[in-house]
C-alpha cells in the first residue's frame, strides 16, 4: 500500500471516529438497555500504556508490580461493594464470565437450567451458544411470559426432580428479581450463579435483590449495563471451595491477556458507585416507572402492566416481532437509540442526570413518532434539545 493509500485510510478512520463520537455522544438519545456512559476519568484510564501490557500470576511477565497492585485494588473495592468475600476482576466480558463457569463446572451431557431465550435469556448460554458448543443439555426455567419471570414452585419441582448440575438465575430481559429462595430445593447439591449482567449497578445500588445473600454462590455479569464501567465482566462469591475452582480456570485457560487498562477503569468506575450507587440506582428505577407510566398514559403497549411494569432498568414494549424491528428504526430515523427487542432502558439517560419529568418529555417524543404526527426533522430537533440540555455526566468523581 502506498503512501497517499495510507494517508487516505487514516483520514477516513478518524472521520468515522470522529463522527461516531458526535452523533452518539452530543445527538441521540441513547435508550439501549445493555449499554451505558463510562464517566470521562473512567474511559481515560482505557488509553493508558496498561493497555499493551501482560501480567500472570506466577509472574513469567516481568514489569507487572503496579498492574499487581492495580488488580489487588480493584478486587478490594468489587468485594466491599458486593459484600462478598471473594472477587474476580480477569473477565474481559459478561459472555467470559458464563464460560468460565460453564467450563468451571460442567463437562459434555451435563444440565444446566437457565431462562428461556424465547422469552429474554441469554442465548450465549442456551442450546444457541455455549450449550451447543459444550455438548451441554440446556434446560429452562418454568416461565409466566406475562409476568417476565420464572415460576418458583414450578423451578422447585424441575430442580428436585432433574437435578441439573447447574442453575443461572437472571437474563437479558429482567424487569423483576427473582423469588431465588423460593426456588431453590433445600436439598439441591448442584451449582447455583446468578447472571446479573444487566442489573450489576442495581445490584451495587442496593435496589434490585442480592443473590449471595439469597441462595447464588456466584453472582457474576457485565460492568457497562447498569453498571456505568467499561466493557467488561465480573465474579463474586461467598463460597471458598467453588470460587477456588473458577480461580484455577480463568489463567491460563480462559483468559490470558487480562486488558489491565480495563481494570483500571472498573476499579475508578467502582469508587465512582461507592459514592454515589445507592442514589443512581434509586434514580434508575424511578426513571423507569416514570416512563412506563407515561408510555401506558399514551396507549403504548407494554408488558407486565398488572405487575406494575418494572423494577429495574428496563421498560419491555408490547408489540410483536415485526412491529419491534419497525419500531426500532422509526426511533432511529429521529435519533433515539434502541435495540429490536423491544426494550428501553434508561440507565444512560439516568447518568446525564435526567429525572422523572424527562421520561414524560420522551414518551411524548415517542409517541409523536410512531403516531407520525410530526416531522423528522422535527422530532430531532426535540430529541436534540433534550440531549444539549443533559450532556454532563453526574455521579461521577470527575
Not at 473495592?77 to 460453564?102: E, M, N, Q, W
Not at 463437562?107 to 451441554?136: A, D, F, I, M, Q
Not at 412491529?323 to 426511533?331: I, N, R
Not at 414518551?363 to 430531532?380: G, P, Y
Request: charge should be negative.
Amino acid at each position: 500500500m502506498n503512501d497517499d493509500a495510507i494517508i487516505q485510510y487514516v483520514k477516513n478512520l478518524n472521520r468515522l471516529v470522529k463522527d461516531h463520537e458526535e452523533w452518539r455522544n452530543e445527538k441521540t438519545l441513547n435508550l439501549m438497555a445493555s449499554e451505558n456512559f463510562a464517566s470521562p476519568a473512567t474511559r481515560n484510564f482505557l488509553s493508558t500504556d496498561l493497555s499493551n501490557r501482560y501480567s500472570a500470576r506466577d509472574h513469567f511477565y516481568r514489569g507487572t508490580k503496579y498492574s499487581d497492585e492495580i488488580e489487588s485494588l480493584a478486587v478490594e473495592l468489587a468485594k466491599k461493594l458486593f459484600g462478598a468475600k471473594y472477587a474476580d476482576v480477569r473477565p474481559i466480558s459478561g459472555h467470559t464470565c458464563s464460560l468460565i463457569l460453564f467450563l468451571s463446572f460442567l463437562k459434555p451431557g451435563n444440565s444446566v437450567v437457565t431462562c428461556p431465550p424465547k422469552h429474554g435469556g441469554y442465548p450465549g448460554s442456551s442450546e444457541l451458544g455455549l450449550g451447543r458448543l459444550l455438548s451441554l443439555e440446556n434446560m429452562y426455567f418454568p416461565y409466566d411470559a406475562d409476568a417476565m419471570n420464572i415460576i418458583p414452585h414450578e423451578t422447585k419441582s424441575l430442580l428436585s426432580e432433574r437435578k441439573p448440575e447447574m442453575v443461572v438465575f437472571g437474563s437479558s430481559f429482567i424487569p423483576f428479581p427473582y423469588d431465588i429462595a423460593g426456588s431453590l430445593p433445600s436439598d439441591y447439591e448442584g451449582v447455583t450463579a446468578y447472571d446479573g449482567s444487566h442489573v450489576m449497578g442495581l445490584i451495587a445500588g442496593g435496589e434490585f435483590q442480592h443473590p449471595l445473600k439469597e441462595g447464588c454462590s456466584i453472582l457474576m455479569g457485565s460492568t457497562h449495563k447498569s453498571f456505568f464501567g467499561p466493557q467488561g465482566g465480573l465474579i463474586l462469591s461467598n463460597d471458598e471451595n467453588v470460587f477456588s475452582v473458577i480461580d484455577r480456570s480463568v489463567h491460563p485457560g480462559i483468559v490470558d491477556n487480562i486488558h489491565w487498562n480495563r481494570v483500571a477503569a472498573l476499579a475508578y468506575s467502582m469508587l465512582e458507585m461507592s459514592k454515589f450507587g445507592k442514589k443512581y440506582a434509586r434514580q434508575i428505577v424511578a426513571n423507569s416507572k416514570a416512563l412506563a407510566e407515561s408510555l401506558n398514559d399514551l396507549k403504548i403497549p407494554l408488558r407486565c402492566a398488572p405487575q406494575g411494569f418494572t423494577k429495574s432498568h428496563q421498560v419491555l414494549l408490547g408489540f410483536d416481532e415485526k412491529k419491534s424491528v419497525q419500531v426500532a428504526d422509526t426511533l432511529e430515523q429521529i435519533d433515539i437509540i434502541t435495540d429490536i427487542g423491544i426494550r428501553f432502558g434508561t440507565s444512560e439517560i439516568t447518568r446525564h442526570g435526567m429525572k422523572e419529568e424527562e421520561m414524560e418529555l420522551i414518551a411524548s417524543i415517542v409517541d409523536d413518532a410512531l403516531n407520525e404526527r410530526e416531522t423528522q426533522k422535527r422530532l430531532r430537533r426535540r430529541v436534540h434539545k433534550l440531549v444539549d440540555e443533559f450532556s454532563d455526566v453526574e455521579f461521577t468523581l470527575d
